[in-house]
């Protein structure tokens, strides 16, 4: 049994007579990690199918797109399913991972999902690390298996504030009405984002939403929350998405050209909002800057940006807090077609949360998004640099919660 008598003993006792050791202990090089596998799962208006058929969905056409055999999969990611995720939803896709991460952190959880599994590849962790998502939340509610929620919940932080009706909704739209007053940001201003993300969306196939609107469209809607109209807001729909990502071993016999993930950054910023220092400033602003430098690469490097946007504002404060433009130039850097696929910036090539789909924690369709862009499989809305060559850089960044958390993943051809 312990005691002080023979911990006093214990350190009068002469140490061991060692060879002291004059060189660190090996470590075996980190290995560099790539996308090697994207897909969608039926998207858009879903009747006949479970979250859990998303999933499978999702996950087989990901793994066609690869190349590689599902056997290979040591590693599984997943969030939002099941009583116990990702376990439940390994079990029904048949997986026994050795590697598993179920942070849950909302619309940034994939961008930060994705850095944890390319941490773990490149250490020797894991080799080839799935991340799936699938939801019916637009079938859910319209089959009354449950109602649109406007708050998480009433306890712990969010008790002082969910009594003054203070909604997911309205947290976002308070932070918008601040930039406004803070900076001149207009109406018009954030109108244009999502008349942009439309027409991008025109030219994608697989997107919820296809005709044109205009900025009087936005602003004449109705009101969700001031200075939101229902345009500002993302649509509620089914869908689902998968990514593979593996180590460099793998690449070879990959189906397709890699892209490569060239750096993450993750942080969290706040739960209430007494606690969140300015309304301007979205936590993409420190995981960008550490995306940017571990990946060696600055915000004028890049060729395309897929930006969370359940509202317009996420757009609007996210790309000024990557660096694409000043803080407070946000309003200005919209406007002119900036966002369009051929404009100066192509932001959300495919309509995103605002026009293609939003089924809840959107962040992974953001990567298949830039992974399908950086290969040239974005047919009709397909990204071209000048002389017709394909974009090589690309950034996807994620929002969770009301700006409380981000998660930022650079990637790249080469």
Not at 104 to 121: L, R
Request: aromatic residues 6%; charged residues 20%.
């Amino acid at each position: 049994m312990w005691n002080a008598t023979s911990a006093t003993s214990a350190t009068r006792r002469k140490p061991r007579t060692t060879t002291a050791r004059t060189t660190a202990p090996y470590r075996a090089p980190a290995r560099r990690v790539a996308v090697v596998g994207v897909a969608l799962a039926d998207c858009g208006r879903v009747d006949d199918l479970t979250p859990y058929a998303l999933h499978a969905q999702a996950a087989r056409r990901a793994l066609a797109d690869s190349g590689l055999d599902r056997s290979l999969v040591d590693g599984f990611a997943s969030a939002g399913l099941g009583t116990l995720a990702p376990v439940e939803v390994a079990e029904y896709l048949g997986l026994r991972p050795t590697w598993t991460d179920s942070t849950a952190v909302g619309g940034a959880t994939w961008e930060v999902m994705a850095a944890h599994a390319a941490d773990a590849i490149a250490a020797g962790h894991a080799n080839a690390v799935l991340l799936v998502y699938g939801s019916t939340a637009r079938a859910d509610v319209k089959a009354g298996r449950r109602t649109a929620n406007l708050s998480f919940g009433a306890r712990g932080p969010l008790q002082f504030e969910v009594p003054y009706g203070h909604t997911l909704i309205a947290k976002y739209a308070m932070a918008a009405r601040r930039h406004m007053h803070e900076y001149g940001t207009t109406p018009e201003q954030l109108a244009e984002v999502a008349v942009q993300a439309r027409a991008n969306a025109a030219r994608n196939p697989d997107a919820m939403h296809r005709d044109p609107i205009t900025v009087d469209d936005v602003l004449s809607g109705p009101v969700i929350a001031d200075p939101f109209t229902k345009l500002h807001c993302c649509i509620r729909s089914d869908g689902g998405c998968a990514v593979l990502l593996a180590a460099e071993d793998y690449v070879p016999d990959t189906a397709k050209e890699p892209v490569w993930i060239l750096g993450t950054g993750e942080h969290l910023s706040h739960s209430t909002m007494s606690e969140w220092e300015d309304f301007t400033v979205s936590p993409a602003a420190v995981s960008g800057r550490l995306a940017f430098e571990r990946a060696g690469v600055r915000p004028e490097d890049v060729d395309l940006a897929e930006i969370y946007d359940a509202f317009t504002y996420m757009t609007l404060v996210t790309l000024e807090d990557l660096g694409f433009c000043a803080k407070g130039e946000g309003g200005a850097f919209v406007e002119k077609g900036r966002l369009l696929r051929d404009g100066e910036l192509p932001v959300n090539t495919d309509g995103g949360g605002l026009s293609a789909c939003h089924p809840g924690m959107r962040g992974l369709f953001l990567l298949v998004e830039a992974v399908r862009q950086l290969r040239g499989e974005a047919g009709e809305r397909q990204v071209r640099k000048a002389g017709g060559r394909l974009p090589e850089l690309a950034v996807a960044s994620g929002t969770g919660g009301w700006f409380c958390s981000s998660g930022t993943v650079v990637l790249g051809t080469g």
